[in-house]
């Protein structure tokens, strides 16, 4: 239990931090909510529960692909995901809302696990009664498609972007239940 806590610190500490290869900005916004406000009930597990819409610019010039990782940094026992999206198509400027939770979809994408043990989204459903969770969506242009296969981690998905991040970019919100 104690080496999945430091992990999860760990993990914490990277994606926070920012520490990764030197990036451009990236603009990342939502049509459903403000950064630093509060996330609609339709994106939570007291509504819908589908996926909220994404757009982004300023995107790097060599960027080919994309990926996008939410989670919560406040969960009881660290680090939860709720989403991983890869293999976002470099010509890609948003994600609409309501992302199917396939494995592989349309347009190329790749969703992996989170940590509900499910594909695709799923959103915040912090226990009752407590203060606010954050959480982080974070989106990153990389310099390479990263030709993974569908369901992974976001543990397998960091590794696999180590080196290939030219652009990142955070839009955090809050949900309480």
Not at 14 to 23: E, K, P, R
Not at 153 to 174: C, F, P, Q, T, Y
Request: with cysteine.
């Amino acid at each position: 239990m104690r080496i999945k806590l430091f992990l999860s610190f760990l993990l914490t500490v990277f994606l926070i931090s920012g520490i990764c290869d030197n990036t451009a900005a990236l603009e990342l916004r939502s049509a459903a909510f403000k950064g630093g406000g509060f996330m609609p009930a339709d994106y939570t597990c007291n509504g819908p529960d589908v996926s909220p819409p994404l757009e982004w610019e300023d995107v790097p010039e060599d960027a080919a692909s994309f990926a996008l990782i939410c989670y919560d940094p406040d969960a009881p026992s660290g680090p939860w995901v709720h989403w991983v999206i890869y293999d976002i198509p470099d010509t890609a400027t948003r994600l609409p809302e309501g992302v199917e939770k396939r494995e592989i979809l349309d347009d190329g994408s790749k969703q992996g696990v989170n940590d509900f043990g499910k594909i695709g989204y799923n959103g915040p459903c912090p226990p009752p009664g407590r203060a606010p969770h954050k959480y982080v969506f974070n989106l990153y242009a990389l310099n390479a498609k990263l030709d993974l296969g569908p369901g992974l981690s976001r543990w397998d998905v960091r590794r696999a972007m180590n080196g290939h991040i030219i652009g990142e970019a955070k839009l955090i919100v809050e949900f309480k239940r």
